[in-house]
């Protein structure tokens, strides 16, 4: 385990055993992820000042509909949480990192935030999120669930307390969701306004440090499932057909367990606070 980021994080809280799998059998990327990337790397591009419109159709509407904010030094493009990793490819395009070597345990944890956002007087902190349909984005319910969110609030303070700077106490979280499904571009369903829209929450920086020690305990646990086999790991059943089947239900399948739906006891404190 080189390290840990909030999607390996959520992972074993929705079933332990699919993180080791994963782990074991990384996955390529898909072709929804493709189309998020260059989506992303359009609005890098001009939140950095580098092109005077999005050059995404999709993209331009949040520049239209005034959810980005106007290229300036009062914000942070592809900021990199934690110290640079030189054999991850997913981390080539992060502009600047904190340098900041978060652990959890003996293992560092890296994320990238996609904007940072201090023009508006408190701190905001946002991701753009690309779908196929808004049953699949968050709301402002399941943002308070967000394991990302509360990792990258967490580590962007700790950064802005080692750096000495006051961002006081009102903290906006959000994602800036683009409704992207495979015939957006056809002549009959071209980009419009009500293809983008933001969803956020306001929190404080006393909430955010009591999510960090609560996922810091998730963390642990599945640190110490290091070294283990997949069939030594407890699953959960109850994801097996989530988000169209897990991808390792077949061999998830050949195991058994006298307990599969047992939740280790960080997991269930995580769940019980939201």
Known sequence: MKYLSASTINTHIKCPRKAVLQAMFPQPSTGAQTRGTELHDALERYLCGETEVVEDELGDWARKLDLL???????????????????????ERVRR????????????????????????????IWDH????????????????????????????????EQE??????RITIGHIQYLKPRELKTKVNLPTAANVRA???????????????????????????RGLA???VVGDRGHCGAFGGCQFRNLCGSFTSEAESVKGAAVARWRMSL
């Open 129 to 160: 999120k690309t779908t196929s349909g808004w049953n699949w984005t968050e709301t402002e319910q399941t943002l308070r669930q967000n394991v990302q969110a509360w990792l990258y609030a967490e580590m962007t303070c700790r950064w802005l």
């Open 164 to 169: 000495g700077r006051d961002f006081g106490d």
């Open 97 to 124: 990192w904190t340098d900041c070597q978060e652990m959890i345990g003996d293992v560092p944890i890296r994320g990238i935030v996609d904007l940072i956002r201090f023009d508006r007087g408190h701190l905001e």
């Open 230 to 232: 997949a069939n030594e």
């Open 199 to 225: 969803v956020s929450i306001t929190t404080s920086r006393k909430e955010v440090a009591r999510k960090w020690t609560l996922l810091e305990a998730v963390a642990l646990e599945m640190i110490g499932t």
């Open 69 to 91: 904010p106007n290229p300036s030094a009062d914000i942070l493009v592809e900021f990199g949480l934690g110290k640079i990793n030189a054999d991850a490819e997913r981390y």
